[in-house]
């Protein structure tokens, strides 16, 4: 043993573990993108995307000048970082090696006029390793072109595939009227909501919305929100935005953001949502059911994607927690529709109808404005931890930050030290939210009721986490009434 003689000191954990706080709202959208435009890699996986130049340089990008997005990730992204906010998670499903995805386009004459070195194919999607450029020529007279030796492509900010041949190639300077051309180009209507459902394969590998088990693995992050933005309407999609957000990784849950179908055929008219809405199945306590449809400058768009950007919005004004409600926020749109860009309007009282029946909505009063503090558990259940979209999500956010918290104590000993380290460290953050005015109170309890002997010797320990997230106010009355009594003044 090594002789010590003298006073020494030495530092140990500290025994209050500070919080590791989970992004309320950080969105994981599962969709499709013109992908080939960017990373064509970027398939059934998890992409982190901090601004909306990250997003077109790894997913591509389309650009609207009117009606709807063929790319539904395209829309989300636009949508949310316009409300400046970041980041955001996409899995993109369209995939360029599924041949359902993509549509073959017949070889065709591409004529070159002389000393024109560059020309641009006018078609949107182009997969750049499909194409096949030639002379036109049969037989022994083929010559097939060589990018990068005789000719390099690039994409322009349409899409558009830009073809530039190098003179010191085979192709030349000279005029080439019967050259060809052979390409595949995407193809968004081929992908069907079993591609967003998605799958784990027989060799575990997660394809659509199975992917959100990816994004804690991959990127160290935990989803808030789990949507399919232009797809949800389906029930089979909702159904499983629901399952995969209620439990990831076995450790974490998210809130489910869906629209309801926009199809004048389904839902025409506001009254008839609640009956759909029910009838299909849209109950989920951890469900945000959005109708009808919005659109700004003639290019539409789903009310999921707004309310998706202004619920993160709302959290960073809120110093990123989410207990204040994204209702009543002003929004950028011009309008409500259906998909087929019938306008939709309505009075506040046709809004609270939707409200009353669990549906998000927008709403024109005093300015375009988000409406709605019920989830889609609403009017079934009348708990307020699950009818209250903020209370909803502050329970979610409050599991998974402890989760994250504690989960470097797992397999320490159970003793004391550690049972008191839990309890302060809860009560020392709950106390925080509470001068933040995030709760209205809040107390961690390690309680010998919830901790029987067998589970101890078990190794499981309880702790009962009693709290109070303050509910919107959603209604805010006035009572007027004349005062006789202050006729007296006349007689002042």
């Known amino acids: 043993m090594t002789l010590a003689h003298g006073v020494y000191t030495s530092e140990v954990p500290t025994s209050v573990r500070p919080p590791i706080e989970a992004m309320a709202g950080l969105p994981l959208v599962v969709g499709i993108s013109p992908v080939v435009l960017g990373d064509r890699t970027n398939v059934n996986k998890p992409v982190l995307c901090s601004s909306f130049a990250e997003f077109v340089t790894k997913m591509g990008n389309e650009i609207v000048a009117a009606g709807d997005y063929a790319y539904s990730l395209c829309e989300f992204a636009k949508v949310y970082f316009d409300y400046g906010v970041g980041p955001i998670v996409v899995v993109n499903v369209l995939d360029p090696d599924d041949a359902d995805h993509m549509l073959p386009v017949a070889r065709a004459t591409?004529?070159?006029?002389?000393?024109?070195?560059?020309?641009?194919?006018?078609?949107?999607?182009?997969?750049?390793?499909?194409?096949?450029?030639?002379?036109?020529?049969?037989?022994?007279?083929?010559?097939?072109?060589?990018?990068?030796?005789?000719?390099?492509?690039?994409?322009d900010d349409d899409g558009y595939t830009v073809i530039t041949r190098l003179a010191a190639g085979l192709m030349g300077s000279g005029a080439l009227p019967g050259a060809k051309i052979t390409y595949d180009k995407l193809?968004?209507?081929?992908?069907?909501?079993?591609?967003?459902?998605?799958?784990?394969?027989?060799?575990?590998?997660?394809?659509?919305?199975?992917?959100?088990?990816?994004?804690?693995?991959?990127?160290?992050?935990?989803?808030?929100?789990?949507?399919?933005?232009?797809?949800?309407?389906?029930?089979?999609?909702?159904?499983?935005?629901?399952?995969?957000?209620?439990?990831?990784?076995?450790?974490?849950?998210?809130?489910?953001?869906?629209?309801?179908?926009?199809?004048?055929?389904?839902?025409?008219?506001?009254?008839?949502?609640a009956a759909w809405k029910s009838?299909?199945?849209?109950?989920?306590?951890?469900?945000?059911?959005?109708?009808?449809?919005?659109?700004?400058?003639?290019?539409?768009?789903?009310?999921?994607?707004?309310?998706?950007?202004?619920?993160?919005?709302?959290?960073?004004?809120?110093?990123?927690?989410?207990?204040?409600?994204?209702?009543?926020?002003?929004?950028?749109?011009?309008?409500?529709?259906?998909?087929?860009?019938?306008?939709?309007?309505?009075?506040?009282?046709?809004?609270?109808?939707?409200?009353?029946?669990?549906?998000?909505?927008?709403?024109?009063?005093?300015?375009?404005?988000?409406?709605?503090?019920?989830?889609?558990?609403?009017?079934?259940?009348?708990?307020?931890?699950?009818?209250?979209?903020?209370i909803r999500r502050m329970n979610l956010w409050l599991g998974n930050t402890l989760v994250l918290t504690f989960f470097s104590q797992l397999d320490a000993a159970m003793n004391r030290r550690l049972i008191d380290s839990i309890v302060d460290s809860a009560n020392i953050y709950l106390n925080g939210l509470k001068g933040q005015g995030a709760i209205l109170g809040g107390e961690c309890l390690f309680a010998e009721a919830d901790n029987s002997a067998a589970d101890l010797l078990n190794g499981q320990a309880t702790f009962r986490i009693y709290w109070s997230p303050p509910p919107p106010a959603e209604g805010i009355t006035f009572l007027i009434e004349y005062d006789a009594t202050a006729l007296a003044a006349l007689f002042a």
């Open 279 to 390: 009838s299909n199945g849209y109950t989920s306590n951890s469900l945000v059911c959005c109708w009808p449809r919005v659109e700004i400058g003639g290019v539409r768009h789903h009310l999921s994607s707004h309310f998706i950007g202004l619920a993160n919005q709302t959290d960073a004004a809120a110093g990123g927690v989410p207990y204040v409600s994204p209702s009543n926020r002003a929004m950028q749109i011009d309008g409500c529709c259906l998909d087929d860009g019938t306008e939709v309007f309505l009075t506040q009282t046709q809004a609270n109808v939707l409200n009353a029946a669990g549906i998000f909505t927008a709403l024109n009063f005093t300015g375009w404005r988000s409406w709605g503090n019920r989830t889609a558990g609403y009017p079934a259940s009348s708990d307020p931890k699950d009818v209250f979209i903020p």
């Open 110 to 155: 591409l004529a070159w006029l002389s000393a024109v070195m560059s020309q641009t194919v006018s078609v949107f999607g182009i997969d750049h390793e499909t194409l096949v450029l030639d002379n036109g020529e049969a037989g022994p007279a083929l010559v097939t072109y060589t990018v990068d030796d005789d000719y390099t492509l690039a994409y």
């Open 187 to 273: 193809d968004p209507t081929g992908v069907v909501a079993a591609d967003i459902i998605g799958t784990t394969t027989a060799g575990g590998v997660n394809k659509g919305l199975y992917c959100v088990e990816d994004c804690y693995p991959q990127l160290q992050l935990a989803p808030g929100i789990v949507a399919a933005v232009g797809w949800s309407h389906d029930a089979a999609v909702m159904a499983a935005v629901v399952a995969r957000a209620a439990n990831i990784n076995g450790a974490f849950k998210a809130l489910a953001v869906v629209d309801l179908s926009t199809d004048d055929y389904d839902i025409a008219d506001y009254s008839e949502a």
